[in-house]
């Protein structure tokens, strides 16, 4: 088997997260019914003429700042030709010589800990089609037009990823980009993200670039890293066997875990490209690209760096805060209200995400930062153990009282009493002689778990400090 060198450049579309369509005031909402969100524009009758939602523009230009483009003074709208059921016009507005973003990049941190520079073609705006739905309708297909018409962005890169794994880095990076940016909300289960890599092979250290693949239909980031993969395998054992590859557009099926084909060759030519006389040239003047610059939120990676710096993050605590925005929104106002950001960083490692799993979603999450950041004050000043603090957190999650009346109410405050510690102390010292000797004799190690005896006894209210004061005096009397 001769070796091959893989080749892979990314065309993603993302939805953006503009209120209304693209060219009319219908709503470009997820999930109503059908055919309700549209207007003679979207559904194209005679006559009707498309105006420009600047909120588009405005998303567009942000996503080409976050990613080093140039954002071109003039583009032009062009029409796609094409005929498909789901799409009324019989063309699809697009841009295609003049797009509105061009020659970015963006640097991936690789496997091996290197960066990896990728270079973006273009960014350019396009209209989304409508949906066919071909399922438990009576051997008959039915279309929706609430997507028709809704804005999107189209990104293409430079044929720059020689690995798959790459491919998976830069997605997940991307996303994260997206959202942080209010761009795209990166679902792709409901489609408002789709990547369609182009793929290739070549002998190891030439230049020329061979025959593509464009892969469709990968709904999952994990699917793009096995259909790339599953190509690369197709087209070196194809070569081996003698034949010629062909440029085609192949479809990915997740579940068989093959690519099947779509259809053979076709070129931009073939969609007879031609600037739409409907729509001037788009004019985006340096103020309102300035304005778009100056309103940019913080990116994840600086967000990251500065978590670290800031509050003293492990780089993988800050890497998985930093992954949504509203992560890292809770972990900093925990950490800032509650004064001990090692204390919230493992409150948000450990519970918050175990809870998370299950809710989802951080805005509606029970207990908010401030209450959180209450519980940690009060383990902080020794009001309550870390074992009760759990029991808390348990209860704060169905009761919205605070962590103090919480406590107060279940009867959960630290025990300081002496008296009652040498109580349990004396207690653990007769059940478990076996270790008691082990440590009188030198075994330092066994005394956490002697601890962790008498802590159970007395149900996690102990107050720490003194226990272990009063465990270790009793303990050395025996020595
Ligand atoms: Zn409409």
Not at 33 to 53: E, K, Q, R, W
Not at 95 to 107: A, R, T, V
Request: proline letters at 5%.
């Amino acid at each position: 088997m001769k070796e091959y060198e893989l080749v892979v450049g990314m065309e993603i579309h993302a939805q953006l997260l503009t209120k209304t369509k693209f060219f009319c005031s219908c709503p470009s909402r997820f999930g109503d019914a059908p055919n309700t969100n549209t207007c003679p524009v979207c559904l194209s009758h005679p006559g009707t003429l498309p105006v420009i939602n600047k909120a588009a523009i405005e998303k567009v230009i942000k996503a080409g700042v976050a990613f080093n483009c140039t954002i071109n003074p003039v583009s032009i709208f062009a029409r796609k030709n094409y005929f498909y059921p789901d799409l009324p016009k019989g063309y699809q507005i697009s841009q295609y010589e003049s797009p509105i973003c061009s020659d970015g990049y963006f640097e991936i941190l690789t496997k091996n800990g290197e960066m990896k520079k990728i270079r973006i073609r273009r960014i350019h705006l396009e209209e989304d089609a409508g949906k066919l739905m071909h399922e438990n309708f009576r051997n008959s297909s039915l279309v929706d037009l609430n997507r028709a018409g809704t804005p999107l962005m189209e990104m293409v890169t430079e044929p720059d990823f020689s690995s798959s794994d790459e491919v998976h880095d830069f997605l997940t990076q991307l996303r994260r980009i997206l959202r942080y940016l209010n761009v795209c909300d990166g679902n792709m289960e409901e489609g408002s993200l789709r990547c369609e890599p182009n793929i290739s092979i070549r002998p190891p250290g030439t230049s020329e670039l061979g025959v593509k693949v464009e892969l469709k239909n990968i709904n999952s980031f994990k699917a793009a890293k096995r259909g790339i993969e599953h190509e690369y395998r197709r087209q070196v054992l194809s070569l081996d066997m003698g034949e010629k590859l062909l440029q085609q557009t192949r479809g990915w099926d997740d579940n068989k875990g093959e690519s099947f084909l779509m259809r053979v060759k076709e070129d931009a030519h073939d969609y007879r490209y031609f600037p739409d006389p409907d729509l001037l040239p788009l004019k985006v003047p340096q103020s309102l690209t300035d304005t778009v610059k100056a309103s940019m939120e913080e990116l994840p990676e600086a967000r990251k760096r500065r978590l670290i710096n800031d509050f003293g993050l492990q780089e993988n605590d800050a890497d998985v805060i930093c992954s949504e925005k509203s992560y890292a929104a809770y972990f900093e106002e925990t950490a800032s209200q509650c004064g001990d950001s090692k204390m919230a960083a493992n409150w948000f490692m450990g519970e918050i995400l175990r809870v998370l799993k299950t809710e989802s979603d951080l805005a509606s999450f029970p207990i908010q930062p401030a209450r959180l950041a209450a519980l940690v004050r009060m383990i902080r000043n020794s009001s309550i153990s870390g074992t009760i603090a759990k029991k808390v957190f348990e209860i704060m999650l169905t009761k919205s009282d605070s962590p103090e009346n919480i406590v107060a109410d279940h009867g959960l405050s630290v025990i300081g009493d002496d008296s009652a510690i040498l109580q349990a102390v004396s207690e653990i010292i007769t059940e478990f002689p076996d270790q008691v000797s082990q440590y009188v004799s030198g075994k330092d190690k066994v005394f956490g778990f002697i601890i962790g005896q008498a802590m159970r006894k007395m149900k996690g209210k102990a107050d720490p400090a003194k226990l272990n004061q009063i465990m270790k005096n009793e303990l050395e009397k025996r020595r």
